[in-house]
T-cell receptor, first 113, second 111 residues
Framework: DSGVTQTPKHLITATGQRVTLRCSPR?????VYWYQQSLDQGLQFLIQ???????AKGNILERFSAQQFPDLHSELNLSSLELGDSALYFC????????????FGSGTRLTVV | DAKTTQPPSMDCAEGRAANLPCNHS???????VYWYRQIHSQGPQYIIH???NNETNEMASLIITEDRKSSTLILPHATLRDTAVYYC????????????FGAGTTVTVRA
């Protein structure tokens, strides 16, 4: 157990629907990062939040949004889902100021049918 | 971030050392070398990182050349559980800076 909790582990939904993925960071970590991993692509950085505020944005689609709440958990919202959104979605967290890398969760596997 | 070049795949015999090369010829003076691995669809796992000096921890050793243009990750006694994709990443070591993953090296440890 890495200490980063992602729910649900698996999600199957239909095209056009909206889903919410949840991430609870390791205790004490203020930063949360979201990554997408499709079969034909590597790990793609989507977005980072630090202590409730957006810090960095990567290749995140306009149909996707995220937020970090006061208790530091984060949610990634995916709407108007397409078949191509099927992927593993990983959350990672880190302590600001530490250089010892990120801790990743075990991911949410999203299947859009 | 400086780009890295890794071989796409390599095999290793169980119990032997696995030496994973990484080329990062455009690395800047303030960029660290990080290694992560991903075991079959699990979340990536941090292994080790370094700036200039060689580093060792309970998982692996990291050897960085004097000119810092390349490095080698060493798994001293590979086991079947070390079969994974290994990513070499260079980045500035501040925590609000995203990690950019490349294609990595698929390492297969064979019995």
């Amino acid at each position: 157990d890495s200490g980063v909790t992602q729910t649900p582990k698996h999600l199957i939904t239909a095209t056009g629907q909206r889903v919410t993925l949840r991430c609870s960071p390791r205790s004490g970590d203020l930063s949360v990062y979201w990554y997408q991993q499709s079969l034909d692509q590597g790990l793609q950085f989507l977005i980072q939040y630090y202590n409730g505020e957006e810090r960095a944005k990567g290749n995140i689609l306009e149909r996707f949004s995220a937020q970090q709440f006061p208790d530091l958990h984060s949610e990634l919202n995916l709407s108007s889902l397409e078949l191509g959104d099927s992927a593993l979605y990983f959350c990672a967290s880190s302590v600001d100021g530490a250089e010892n890398g990120y801790t990743f969760g075990s991911g949410t596997r999203l299947t859009v049918v | 971030d400086a780009k890295t070049t890794q071989p796409p795949s390599m095999d290793c015999a169980e119990g032997r050392a696995a030496n994973l090369p990484c080329n990062h010829s455009t690395i800047s003076g303030n960029e660290y070398v990080y290694w992560y691995r991903q075991i079959h669809s699990q979340g990536p796992q941090y292994i080790i990182h370094g700036l200039k000096n060689n580093e060792t921890n309970e998982m692996a050793s990291l050897i960085i050349t004097e000119d810092r243009k390349s490095s080698t990750l060493i798994l001293p006694h590979a086991t079947l559980r070390d079969t994974a994709v290994y990513y070499c990443i260079v980045r500035v070591a501040i925590n609000d800076y995203k990690l950019s993953f490349g294609a990595g090296t698929t390492v297969t440890v064979r019995a």
